[in-house]
Nanobody
């Protein structure tokens, strides 16, 4: 299973961005898809995750982000608004699923996309 993110870039503070992540390759099932971010010198942290109809958001981004999924396209989106310079990070997509009926659940990661928010 491969994950490919798109939509990152440079935006001014207060602006918006929409990230997309499409899963491809061998996919039997995907239980969860979500977004994490890692800023320079900091640990990777959860931004938002969608599982079985439920969504969870990091407290630092509640009210400013919305995660959504297109199950038919195996794609997850992250709509971000009112961005702050502190949101600058590499945003990575993650999926938890199985590649075949007999394969165990596993976690898959994309390469990440840079989001830079200028002040």
């Amino acid at each position: 299973m491969l994950l490919l993110e798109s939509g990152g870039g440079l935006v001014q503070a207060g602006g918006s961005l929409r990230l997309s992540c499409a899963a491809s390759g061998s996919i039997f099932s995907i239980d969860a898809m979500g977004w994490y971010r890692q800023a320079p010198g900091k640990r990777r942290e959860l931004v938002a995750i969608s599982t079985s109809g439920r969504t969870n958001y990091a407290n630092s981004m509640k009210g400013r982000v919305t995660v959504s999924r297109d199950h038919a396209k195996n794609t997850v989106y992250l709509q971000m608004s009112n961005l702050e310079p502190e949101d600058t990070a590499v945003y990575s997509c993650s999926a938890r699923g199985a590649t075949t009926r007999s394969a165990p659940q596993d976690d898959y990661w994309g390469q990440g996309t840079q989001v830079t928010v200028s002040s």
